[in-house]
T-cell receptor, first 117, second 111 residues
Framework: DTGVSQDPRHKITKRGQNVTFRCDPISEHNRLYWYRQTLGQGPEFLTYFQNEAQLEKSRLLSDRFSAERPKGSFSTLEIQRTEQGDSAMYLC???????????????FGPGTRLTVL | AQKVTQAQTEISVVEKEDVTLDCVYETRDTTYYLFWYKQPPSGELVFLIRRNSFDEQNEISGRYSWNFQKSTSSFNFTITASQVVDSAVYFCSQGAQKLVFGQGTRLTINP
């Protein structure tokens, strides 16, 4: 299977702990996106990378959130000092796009469901 | 700013009925891209269609069809002869790279 994969699929943590999620995009996809989806809502954009460069960050991404894509392949999303409001599904997507051109489609992973107690 | 509105929160129909999911978008861009995604109970978003702003031709793919009207800023999705397997949450979205999603419409097809 060469789809987008995310690990872990579920994470339960206590308030104040740090968590890290991993996303492996479809190989050779140069763009990688992180979205957050809360219950009953559509996904909300958090950040995206083109290769290893982080090109845009949403204002939703507070200082406690950091994302990396060190070699332009997999990406990690870390949340420090988690709060109950961080409970959500964190979705990763990847696409193949020429610089400055729009995506044709984004391929989504299964998501990581975070529960903060 | 971009915005997508899906006014129908939930729709429930009996199998074989036709059903239309509404989508209204807002943008100040002259070139823009609209999408529909399906999110089945398994949770993974599945791409259905992409439409750019300069192509207003309606599209049909099997039982699915899309009606794009710039005059009303709408991009509606119709499923003909619905089936139980069509039950899912459907999202309309827009964007060139980052996507802005509507709140979704939960569609339930009853046998």
């Amino acid at each position: 299977d060469t789809g987008v994969s995310q690990d872990p699929r579920h994470k339960i943590t206590k308030r104040g702990q740090n968590v890290t999620f991993r996303c492996d995009p479809i190989s050779e996809h140069n763009r990688l996106y992180w979205y957050r989806q809360t219950l009953g809502q559509g996904p909300e954009f958090l950040t995206y990378f083109q290769n290893e460069a982080q090109l845009e960050k949403s204002r939703l991404l507070s200082d406690r959130f950091s994302a990396e894509r060190p070699k332009g392949s997999f990406s990690t999303l870390e949340i420090q000092r988690t709060e109950q409001g961080d409970s959500a599904m964190y979705l990763c997507a990847s696409s193949l796009g020429l610089s400055g051109n729009p995506d044709k489609e984004q391929f989504f992973g299964p998501g990581t469901r975070l529960t903060v107690l | 700013a971009q915005k997508v509105t899906q006014a129908q929160t939930e729709i429930s129909v009996v199998e074989k009925e036709d059903v239309t999911l509404d989508c209204v978008y807002e943008t100040r861009d002259t070139t823009y891209y609209l999408f529909w995604y399906k999110q089945p109970p398994s949770g993974e978003l599945v791409f259905l269609i992409r439409r750019n702003s300069f192509d207003e031709q309606n599209e049909i793919s099997g039982r699915y069809s899309w009606n794009f009207q710039k005059s009303t800023s709408s991009f509606n999705f119709t499923i003909t002869a619905s089936q139980v397997v069509d039950s899912a949450v459907y999202f309309c979205s827009q964007g060139a790279q980052k996507l802005v999603f509507g709140q979704g419409t939960r569609l339930t097809i009853n046998p």
